[in-house]
């Protein structure tokens, strides 16, 4: 039997606390399996592009995931798929998510996470946390985020300005009217957009600031510019996947200028930010490893709760 679990069936099971979790544990032992993940992508002779992510793997699962995306900028969603569990027994399907609320959570979440590593501590909660593009992912960055340490203030902007709006009244903040604006106030940013030019240059910036940049997740995207970049303690989820689709790419840069990945300094073989006055860029592409962390997760209180349908796709 299969169970298929939708959107409000996942967001019923689904913990950001515990999902941070098994992020951080993931982050800290995903180089352990012998076979890497792999991305693959296409465009199609539509407005849209195909992506798959295959096989989300992680130590002490006995499972894995193989995840079909398609992404059309013009739809609402953007994102629309399927994430499929399978036993690592016998192949078994367990498991049919929506992968539109599982990518959502564990890219936002792991963006939270590493963003927390990695922006300047702050125990009295006096930053100013700015938020460029104001769509799902970001829902559940600053919801991640501010698990993780307080903010003084929240801006926002976005090229729709009711969205920008809404998301400031849910989250108590206020609209600017550029990714520039929001540089100029914010000490932590976070990108999350469909730009194919970059909305910040190292000009915009401070020393000190934080930036997180989600939009360069495929070719032809970016958000930060090759001299931010360069100017920054550099972190990625992985250098060679950067490197080929992601920030690095998009800046015409190599997989050696990234200069650590979040696992490693999750792990303690880098020491991440020495300075204050540094300034730092957290740049994931999204690893097949995190889909398996939340969707193994998802399956297995799914099932202590009976949540969702079962189905017999073999009848």
């Not at 967001?11 to 950001?16: E, F, N, Q, Y």
């Not at 799902?136 to 003084?152: D, K, N, Y």
């Not at 995207?221 to 790419?249: I, N, P, T």
């Amino acid at each position: 039997m299969t169970r298929l679990l939708t959107s409000s069936d996942l967001l019923a099971v689904l913990d950001p606390e515990a999902s941070l979790a098994a992020l951080r544990e993931g982050f800290r032992h995903a180089g352990a399996p012998t076979l890497a993940g792999q991305r693959v992508r296409t465009d199609l002779p539509f407005p849209g592009t195909a992506t798959a992510l295959i096989p989300g793997l992680l130590p002490g699962i006995d499972a894995y995931t193989v995840k079909v995306n398609a992404k059309f900028p013009g739809a609402r969603p953007a994102l629309r798929g399927v994430i499929c569990l399978h036993s690592g027994r016998d192949g078994e399907l367990l498991a049919l998510l929506d992968s539109a609320t599982v990518t959502a959570w564990r890219t936002g979440l792991a963006a939270a996470l590493g963003t927390h590593v990695l922006a300047v501590p702050d125990p009295a909660g006096e930053a100013v946390l700015g938020i460029v593009g104001a769509g799902a992912q970001a829902e559940i960055m600053v919801r991640g985020l501010r698990s993780l340490r307080g903010f003084r203030e929240l801006v926002v902007h976005d090229t729709d300005p009711e969205r920008a709006t809404r998301f400031a009244a849910r989250h108590h903040g206020r609209v600017l009217g550029s990714a520039a604006d929001i540089t100029a106030v914010a000490d932590v940013v976070l990108l999350s957009t469909w730009s194919r030019t970059p909305l910040l240059y190292l000009a915009d910036s401070r020393p000190g600031q934080h930036f997180t940049t989600l939009g360069a997740d495929e070719p032809g995207k970016q958000e930060l510019s090759a001299d931010l970049l360069a100017s920054a303690l550099l972190v990625v989820d992985d250098r060679e996947q950067a490197a080929a689709m992601g920030a690095l790419a998009a800046a015409g840069l190599p997989a050696t200028a990234a200069d650590a990945t979040l696992g490693e300094l999750l792990g303690g073989t880098h020491p991440g930010r020495t300075a204050d006055t540094s300034r730092s860029v957290y740049a994931p592409v999204g690893l097949p490893w995190q889909d398996l962390a939340l969707a193994w997760a998802a399956y297995r209180h799914a099932e202590r709760l009976s949540v969702g349908t079962r189905i017999d796709l073999l009848a």
